[in-house]
């Protein structure tokens, strides 16, 4: 009785964890079911739609749609205005991103080299990241006003040259440039303080053992190499955020002057949604997205960090 | 010595802080000050910080008679939060399920959360423009809150997160009868508050100030978030009477600047979590 008993019960309690496991997986798919239905329907979808789109003649309310290979591609390598845009988005990231991380991580060591007014310094330099880029962008056409403003006038007084930066093809790009780099610098400066205090101290006193008491030495020996993934990660988020400039260009220049600040986004959006061209304007996003996944893949071949997240 | 030193250290430290926080305040200043002043002063020849003749109450009375700023202001509000709850309604569940339960497909889910984090905003815009186009929904703002109801981020944060809360404490509250929907909201939300926060402040940051979306699919005044009505007031004055334009856009701006004031730390902590990943 007892022997019979035993394998029943066993096999009763083996029945009860399958049905424990179908529940939990019940409960896992029925729990994420809305994230993953809105995450193909508002993200991936569109976006593998974006690329099938640009192999398409399709033109926005038209009523026919043809595939048409990579022609959409092959007309973008022939548009000037394309090559003028692309240029103008590397110029724009090769000249934001490093003021926009040096000045970032010479704030933060500066910081935090001493103790008095720490927080009202972190709080002032982090001020630009949350305010709003497009009503800032209004003041900052006032500061680069020709006469009015307050950079031609300081300028002025030292004797310096002026211009008319915005409307200046040689310098209307750098002026949106100075924007960027004003609103990136605080939150640079936030990420490399949170790496600074993630370097042991002890480090430092091996380093002080070592020889190394100079402050040149203390960072060129500890500070910098430990600073290496912090660097490389406000590297890739800067660069991805400038690739992205827009608000600044549409609101102040409008891509000109003579598409001197024409940059991708910029032009897919006059293809897109003012020349009505679906089809190429996806192809240009394709093109964007391609440099975004390739600062992406580039961090994490510097980093050689095959992401776990465990 | 080394006091001298120190003090020499001191001084140069609050010296270039100093000016380089200046900079930094300096467009918050020339807002302020600009909308202050009389149209005479705005272009007089040089800077004075304070104007001579006020005239605050005409520009900024002048800002919301021309435009309906209070409007853009309630609309910013109401979509920011629509926007969150629904990122924490979709995203809290999912966080869970890929966090501590056993289903097959997790893994495939969180490889699809990682590749979508990949994804810039602006990518989905033209098919996203073309489906609401279909379904009639272009110029509303279910327009303006759709496209964002999903946060990948906020997915990727609290799993994370959640990862971190031990198994025990799951376990009790399912023998306390406890089913996985309420151990979400009952058990995991108030460990996880400090998360959520967080990404409740980059969430309203990025929806709050995001120019690109709204300007694609809102072309009425009335639906304008904060950015675009600043954009239409521009727009409607042609650029040339900057004491109203700067009462807009010290109004547009005045929002987040204080919650960033009143909230600091958690702004702060917030970012850096995006870092730590």
Redesign the interface.
């Known amino acids: 009785m007892a022997s019979a008993a035993a394998p029943a019960w066993a096999a009763r309690s083996g029945g009860a964890a399958a049905a424990i496991?179908r529940m939990?997986?019940?409960?896992?798919?029925?729990?994420?079911a809305?994230?993953?239905t809105?995450?193909w329907?508002?993200?991936?979808?569109?976006?593998v739609?974006?690329i099938a789109?640009s192999l398409t003649d399709w033109t926005?309310g038209a009523p026919t749609i043809a595939f048409v290979g990579l022609a959409n591609y092959a007309e973008l390598a022939g548009d000037r205005v394309f090559w003028t845009s692309l240029r103008n988005t590397l110029a724009y990231v090769a000249f934001t991103v490093p003021s926009a991380v040096f000045?970032g991580l010479g704030?933060a060591l500066?910081?935090e080299?001493?103790s008095?007014?720490r927080g009202?310094?972190?709080?002032?330099?982090?001020?630009?990241?949350?305010?709003?880029?497009?009503?800032?962008a209004?003041?900052?056409?006032?500061?680069f006003h020709p006469?009015?403003g307050?950079v031609n006038?300081t300028l002025g007084a030292l004797g310096l040259p002026t211009t008319d930066w915005l409307k200046n093809p040689d310098t209307a790009l750098y002026a949106l440039g100075t924007i960027g780099i004003?609103q990136a610098?605080?939150?640079n400066m936030?990420?490399f303080m949170?790496?600074l205090k993630a370097i042991p101290k002890d480090l430092y006193e091996a380093a002080a053992i070592d020889g190394a008491d100079g402050a040149w030495e203390r960072f060129r020996r500890v500070t910098w190499p430990m600073l290496g993934p912090?660097l490389v990660?406000v590297v890739t988020i800067t660069a991805?955020r400038s690739?992205?400039v827009?608000?600044t260009v549409?609101?102040l220049t409008d891509g000109g002057p003579n598409k001197a600040t024409s940059v991708l986004?910029y032009q897919?959006?006059q293809e897109?949604?003012s020349f009505l061209r679906?089809a190429y304007?996806?192809a240009l996003?394709c093109v964007?997205?391609a440099f975004?996944?390739l600062l992406?893949w580039l961090q994490t071949r510097l980093l050689d960090r095959r992401?776990h997240?465990g | 010595m080394t006091t001298r030193r120190s003090i020499g250290f001191s001084v140069f430290r609050h010296l270039v802080l100093g000016s380089a926080a200046l900079l930094a305040v300096l467009p918050f200043v020339l807002m302020i000050s600009i909308s202050l002043k009389p149209p005479a002063e705005v272009f007089a020849p040089e800077f004075r910080l304070l104007p001579q003749q006020w005239h605050a109450w005409e520009n900024y009375a002048e800002a919301f008679a021309r435009q309906p700023l209070g409007r853009f202001l309630a609309n910013g509000l109401l979509v920011t939060l629509s926007i969150f709850t629904a990122q924490a309604l979709v995203a809290l569940p999912c966080a869970y399920a890929l966090a501590k339960l056993r289903w097959r497909g997790r893994e495939a889910t969180f490889v699809f959360v990682l590749l979508a984090l990949l994804v810039p905003p602006q990518v989905p815009a033209i098919p996203l423009y073309i489906g609401l186009w279909q379904l009639g929904l272009l110029d509303t703002y279910a327009a303006l809150i759709l496209p964002s109801t999903i946060s990948v981020f906020g997915i990727f944060l609290m799993r994370q997160f959640f990862r971190t809360v031990p198994d025990d404490l799951i376990s009790a509250a399912r023998l306390d009868g406890l089913g996985e929907f309420a151990i979400v909201w009952r058990i995991m939300l108030p460990t996880a508050l400090p998360a959520l926060i967080a990404f409740g402040l980059l969430s309203l940051v990025w929806n709050w100030n995001d120019f690109f979306w709204p300007l694609l699919v809102i072309q009425t005044e009335t639906l304008a978030t904060p950015p675009l009505g600043v954009v239409f007031f521009n727009n409607a004055e042609a650029g040339t009477n900057y004491g109203p334009l700067m009462a807009a856009a010290t109004v547009i701006t005045a929002p987040l600047v204080i919650a960033f004031l009143l909230a600091q730390r958690w702004f702060i902590d917030g970012v850096t979590m995006t870092a730590v990943k």
């Not at chain 1, 508002?42 to 976006?47: E, I, Q, R, V, Y």
């Not at chain 1, 209004?138 to 500061?143: E, G, R, Y």
Request: net charge negative.
């Open positions: 496991g939990e997986a019940l409960a896992g798919w029925t729990l994420a809305p994230a993953i809105l995450m329907l508002m993200l991936l979808g569109p976006a739609a974006v789109l926005f000045l704030l500066l910081v080299a001493g008095s007014l009202l310094y972190r709080t002032l330099f982090f001020l630009p990241v949350t305010s709003t880029l497009l009503a800032m209004l003041v900052f056409q006032f500061a006469t009015a307050l006038q004003w610098v605080g939150l936030v990420l949170a790496g912090a990660f991805i690739f992205q827009f608000d549409a609101v986004l897919m959006y897109g949604f679906s304007a996806a996003t964007f997205l975004v996944l992406t992401a997240y």
